[in-house]
Every structure is written in structure tokens, then in C-alpha cells.
């Protein structure tokens, strides 16, 4: 490319004092994912300094959004959630007014109580200038489209502002029932990150289309990591059967109007092409998943590496056209963001 490429990260993740402490109250299981611990992953997300920044340098990411390590504060109980929600932002939204230049920040929303997760959006939104709002799924046992997230989502469209969606590890029953009793660390492993994690959320994103979430709300927008959650894969199959749902479009027109979809630092070149054709580079953005796609696991085995400007080469080197590139790199964020109406209060 003649000009520099330039990238924003829309999925790069840390954790904050006010999480943390929140956890760490409740009695939660103090796994490094949740920032708990010394090793290099939790150390990473604890670390908003020059070591995070020298990280974006090295992988070629020229901004970042940061968000809450999953599942944010859904799994906290509802007594603090909204507390510790707005603590977090508060936090979050000093670290990027320290270097505007590197950082940007999805809110917590306390998604356990209807009217203070609508209220926080808004707050995060108008008060602290955020582009957006990251969510973890199901919440106790309501799922996404669960009629409580309806004034959530209606805030969301209001302002005009995206709703990124972060996996968590299924319901326990599922886990029970499919990844029990497999050897060693696997039932674990597939439940997460491993694959459990995409299946659960893709079907979520399903509920929502099916149960009239962006018929009732038609401007949503929401964006999806890891590739779609599974779901762009099946997308054509799914929709032989979309009509029994009586939707009042075609299944695959929700996504290509209400979704935007990145990788997560899956350097997948069958997956971006993939995502590409179904999506076009016009609903595509970019991300790392920084630190779970860097470095090395507790216990040996390694992430993703996107090392050496791994995330950046991964981008440049894709088959697309320098416009397209710049457009899943930065410019589809740009004008995602754009939108946004934060003086649209109710």
C-alpha cells in the first residue's frame, strides 16, 4: 500500500480496579481471564500504560477500544452491578482521556437491571463520550433477546451507538450435558473459548432476529467477534427455514442491515474471505483480542500470535483493494461512530 494502513481495534480488552474488586468480593473464581493473578495474560489486562502501548505498536494497532474482559460485570450480583458498572466506566473513561490518541472505550452496562443498564448507556454516552456499549450475552438465565433488554436497546438506537456482543461460557446445564467428561483441561477448553463460547452466542443473535428484536428496534446495530459466532457459516441453511419464523425480511438481509463482524484475532484467511462474501467489506471491522491472542497461556500452550505486526500484515496482506482495507481497518469504525446522536436524550 502506497499510505500507511491505519487500524483501529474494536475488541481489545482489560480490566479494571473496580471489576476486580467487585469479583474478588463476590466470592468469584479468581482466574486470570478476570485480571486475576501475575502471570503475563492477567498482567496484560491490568496494564493501561506503556506496556499496552508498546503491545499496539508491536502488532501494527494504531488504536484501541477497550473493553471488559467477559462477561464484564452481567455475572456480578445485581445489587452491585450497577455500582461497580458505574465505577468502571468512570475508570475506563479516565484512561482514554489520558491518551485519546490510543484509546477508546465501550461501556459496562449493568444488564441485570432494565432501567440502570438503559440509564448507564446513556450516561456513558452523552456524559462520557463513549462510541458504544459491550455486552456478554445471556445475563443469570435471560438471554439476549429477552424482553427486559428492550429499553437497552431501544437507548442504543436512540443514540445511534453500536452494541458489541462478547461471548461467556455457556449455561451450566449446557456445559453438563456437552463438555463433561473429556480428558485432561478439554471439556473446559471446548465450553470457552475453544468453541463453546461461538455456538452460545450465535444462537443468542438467532433469538434476537427470530423474536422481533430488530423488527421492534430496526436501526440496532450490533457487532459480532470471532467471524459471526458460527452463525455466518450456517447462514444460507439456516435461512431455508427462516420463513417458519415469519420474519418480515429475509434472514440473511438482518444481518447485512443490523450487523457488523469482526475477527477477534483469528488470522483466518478462509475466515475473512468468508465474512467478506457474505458481508461485505462494508459491515467489517477489525480486531485482536488483545491479550488473548498474545503471548502464552498459564500452563504452556500458546495463543494466537500476533506478534511482529502479525495483526497488521495479516490486514495488508488480505486480498482486497487498498480501499477495502482501509475500510474494514478504520473507516467502517469511523463511520459506525459517526452516527452516534448523544444529544438525543429522552
Known amino acids: 500500500m502506497s499510505d500507511r494502513l491505519r487500524i483501529i481495534g474494536v475488541e481489545e480488552t482489560v480490566v479494571v480496579p473496580a471489576v476486580l474488586e467487585a469479583y474478588r468480593r463476590a466470592g468469584s473464581p ?9 502471570g503475563p495474560v492477567a498482567t496484560s489486562l491490568r496494564d493501561v500504560g506503556e506496556r499496552r502501548l508498546a503491545h499496539m505498536d508491536d502488532q501494527g494497532i494504531d488504536v484501541a477500544v477497550l473493553s471488559l ?5 452481567q455475572d456480578l450480583p445485581e445489587a452491585d452491578a450497577v455500582a461497580v458498572a ?14 485519546p490518541d490510543r484509546f477508546q472505550a465501550f461501556a459496562a452496562i449493568p444488564t441485570q437491571s432494565p432501567a440502570a443498564a438503559a440509564a448507564e448507556l446513556e450516561r456513558a454516552v452523552c456524559e462520557l463520550g463513549f462510541p458504544g456499549a459491550m455486552l456478554y450475552g445471556r445475563t443469570g438465565d435471560k438471554l439476549a433477546d429477552h424482553p427486559d433488554h428492550d429499553e437497552l436497546y431501544a437507548t442504543a438506537e436512540r443514540l445511534a451507538v453500536p452494541l458489541h456482543f462478547h461471548p461467556q461460557t455457556p449455561a451450566q446445564p449446557v456445559v453438563d450435558a456437552y463438555y463433561s467428561g473429556l480428558p485432561g483441561p478439554m ?6 473459548a475453544g468453541l463453546g463460547w461461538y455456538y452460545d452466542l450465535g444462537v443468542q443473535y438467532l433469538r434476537m432476529i427470530f423474536s ?46 443490523n450487523f457488523w463482524v469482526a475477527g477477534s484475532g483469528t488470522n483466518s484467511p478462509r475466515y475473512l474471505r468468508w465474512t467478506a ?15 488473548f491472542t498474545y503471548g502464552t497461556r498459564p500452563g504452556g500452550f500458546p495463543y494466537v500470535d500476533t506478534s511482529d505486526g502479525a495483526a497488521r500484515s495479516f490486514l495488508e496482506n488480505a486480498p482486497f ?26
Not at 474482559?69 to 460485570?73: A, E, L, M, Q, R
Request: proline letters at 5%.
Open 321 to 346: 483493494t487498498d480501499e477495502q482495507k482501509a475500510d474494514i481497518g478504520h473507516r467502517n469504525w469511523e463511520r459506525l461512530t459517526s452516527r452516534a446522536r448523544p444529544g438525543s436524550r429522552a
Open 212 to 257: 422481533g428484536v430488530f423488527d421492534r428496534f430496526p436501526d440496532l446495530q450490533v457487532i459480532a467477534g470471532h467471524w459471526g459466532e458460527i452463525v455466518l457459516f450456517y447462514l444460507d441453511h439456516t435461512g431455508f427455514f427462516a420463513e417458519a419464523g415469519g420474519l418480515s425480511r429475509p434472514l440473511a438481509d438482518y444481518f447485512t442491515h
Open 187 to 192: 471439556g473446559p477448553i471446548l465450553a470457552g
Open 69 to 73: 474482559s467477559t462477561p464484564g460485570v
Open 86 to 99: 458505574r465505577e468502571a466506566n468512570d475508570q475506563l473513561a479516565a484512561i482514554v482521556a489520558a491518551r
Open 30 to 38: 479468581q482466574i486470570f481471564s478476570r485480571g486475576f493473578g501475575d
Open 277 to 291: 462474501e457474505v458481508m461485505g467489506t462494508g459491515r467489517m471491522l477489525y480486531s485482536t483480542d488483545y491479550p
